[in-house]
């Protein structure tokens, strides 16, 4: 039941839980925020939905939320999610990651599921830094930042993970960041009613380990950066690769319909066996 | 009205920063936590945008349409 008194989005949490252990003004909870109005546009019923996530702060997401959750080992939520799907093909299946967990340690799964074009939907808080582990460089910390591993600044080119993954053939993919809460929210709605692989990158803000060593010491600060250093794509598209240099393309980057992994498998079954049913054989139903 | 909960608040001024009308002040005193609390100040400037409710990390704001 809803309080009127507190947040709309406090009835989707285990309320006993709260407050969460991020830093104050870690953009996690915003982005868990768009999700619910992403999901309440998208018309979606959370008691359909299981949320999947690895390690990391990010990862830490479902275990606040009131629904069926697996927190897996490093790197491997895309590979759990895609096993649930294929069992359990009704379910609307979500996946908290992290650049770490799913660029470094999980970049294979995320990959192949793209590749795959599987019905999940992947929300990628994207912060540049390995936050619970202490700050050390992942796989997009922008080239010359600061971590503990790169005291002298990143000397590695980083992963643009949305052409990344639009490479690899996923169908729907954004990037917004969390100072674009209501695009973000429209964003994860489209990425839920796509059937397919859908892939969301929600740039973040880690202000304890990102921005202390990186000219910026608060959230505000690096919420600031972001709103002053963003281009949306339509925008960029015809701009010059100078101008656009050390920018951060926000927008829709594919949309597109493409036959889905699990359908294409039950169709594949039920035109061999006769039986659709039978091959679903869910946790949900007991057998 | 708008209600903050200052048992999920931390204190992180993004509802202050980025409110478009300026609604929220940050308090002068620290809470028992060591955080400062927003004020919602100048409610009556709130345009009920519930951009606040959307980037609050914490949840803690709710902005009741009373009118
Ligand atoms: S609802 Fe909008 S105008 Fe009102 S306090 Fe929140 S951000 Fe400001
Ligand atoms: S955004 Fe939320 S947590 Fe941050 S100061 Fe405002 S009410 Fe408190």
């Known amino acids: 039941m809803e309080d009127v008194n507190e947040s709309p989005f406090i009835k989707y949490l285990r309320k006993d839980r709260l407050p969460h252990i991020y830093c104050a003004g870690c953009g996690n909870g915003t982005v868990l925020n768009t999700f619910f109005k992403g999901m309440e546009m998208a018309e979606k019923d959370l008691n359909n939905i299981n949320m999947i996530s690895g390690i990391g702060c990010s990862s830490r997401i479902p275990g606040y939320v009131k629904c069926d959750s697996l927190h897996t080992t490093h790197g491997r939520p895309i590979a759990f999610a895609l096993g649930l799907k294929i069992g359990n093909p009704d379910k609307d299946i979500v996946v908290f990651t992290g650049d770490g967990d799913a660029a470094a340690i999980g970049g294979n799964h995320l990959i192949h599921a793209a590749r795959r074009n599987i019905d999940l939907t992947v929300i990628c808080i994207n912060n540049s830094i390995y936050g619970m582990t202490g700050g050390q460089i992942s796989p997009t910390s922008p080239l010359g930042s600061f971590g503990s591993t790169a005291p002298y600044g990143a000397l590695e080119k980083p992963f643009d993970l949305v052409d990344l993954v639009s490479a690899a053939g996923a169908t729907y993919v954004a990037r917004w960041t969390t100072i674009h809460p209501l695009q973000l929210s429209n964003a994860i709605k489209k990425a839920l009613k796509n059937k397919g692989f859908s892939f969301i990158e929600a740039v973040s803000q880690c202000h304890t380990y990102y921005g202390r060593r990186n000219r910026m010491k608060s959230p505000l600060e690096m919420l600031r950066w972001m709103k002053e250093n963003t281009i949306n794509k339509t925008k960029a598209d015809k701009m010059e690769p100078e101008e656009i240099n050390g920018k951060l393309i926000v927008g829709e980057f594919v949309n597109k319909i493409q036959e889905e992994f699990s359908e294409t498998l039950y169709n594949l079954i039920e035109e061999k066996s006769g039986n659709r049913k039978k091959a679903i054989k869910s946790a949900y139903q007991g057998e | ?67």
């Open chain 2, 1 to 67: 009205m708008i209600k903050l909960d200052p048992d999920l608040c931390k204190g992180c001024q993004i509802c202050t920063e980025f409110c478009p009308n300026q609604v929220y002040e940050q308090s002068k005193t620290l809470d028992k936590k060591g955080v400062h609390i927003p004020i919602p100040k100048n409610e009556d400037e709130c345009s009920k945008c519930n951009l606040c409710t959307l980037m609050c990390p914490d949840q803690a704001i709710k902005v009741i349409d009373d009118d």
